[in-house]
């Protein structure tokens, strides 16, 4: 799908912004509980309870309640956070420098599906990155969700720019997809180069 320059962008943070890796939390919970990194992993998904934290329905405390039964490990709530935190690895090479040049062109936006324990996390760590955005819409502060219809509508009516005049930047297909449906430009991530190269052929990479 041809892109028309667009009026602001729009960027998911996981894997986009911030690097993370989901194994890193099943290798220290199976670490602290005794047990079997590949079992933790092949039991965990994104069920009810980890959509409701997402959209800030459920705390910390109770999804990590959720996470004994469906894993099967008795970990005290400390425990459950090391390794929930552990995901985040580090802001993504050159990530910082790419968006603050594009910031002279172009409003910027986060979009993200996070929840609060998260959040409180990455957010202070990842400041620097964080400072190019004029905001970072969070899953568990608007009650809604990516690929959600309804959580497009929501970014795109606080940003104020028509649907199709947003260009937005996702690791996730499925959230692309979303995007897509919702109206705006998408370009799904799926390496390092794909941000950069998409906003030079825009002319939004000045020397």
């Avoid at 993370?20 to 009810?48: G, N, P, Q, V």
């Avoid at 996390?121 to 309804?150: N, Q, Y």
């Avoid at 794909?194 to 939004?204: H, K, M, N, R, S």
Wanted: proline content about 4%; some cysteine; glycine content about 6%.
């Amino acid at each position: 799908m041809a892109l028309t320059a667009p009026d602001a962008l729009l960027f998911d943070i996981g894997n986009v912004i911030i690097d993370i890796d989901f194994k890193r939390a099943f290798a220290r919970w199976a670490e602290l509980a005794r047990t079997d990194a590949a079992a933790l992993r092949d039991r965990f998904s994104m069920d009810a309870p980890y959509r409701q934290h997402e959209i800030g329905a459920i705390d910390a405390a109770a999804y990590f309640a959720s996470l004994r039964a469906s894993l099967g490990i008795d970990l005290t709530d400390a425990q459950f956070l090391e390794g929930w935190n552990a995901i985040f690895i580090a802001e993504a090479p050159g990530i910082s420098a790419l968006l603050a040049r594009a910031a002279t062109r172009i409003p910027l936006y986060g979009f993200t599906n996070t929840n609060r324990a998260h959040l409180a996390w990455w957010k202070p760590r990842f400041a620097g990155a964080m400072t190019h955005f004029r905001h970072v819409f969070a899953s568990c502060e608007i009650g809604l969700r990516k690929p959600d219809a309804a959580a497009f509508a929501h970014v795109v009516r606080e940003i104020d720019v028509p649907a199709e005049r947003i260009l937005f930047f996702d690791d996730t297909l499925e959230n692309v997809e979303g995007a897509r449906v919702s109206g705006l430009q998408a370009v799904h991530v799926r390496s390092r180069d794909d941000v950069p190269e998409t906003l030079a052929a825009l002319g939004l990479q000045p020397d």
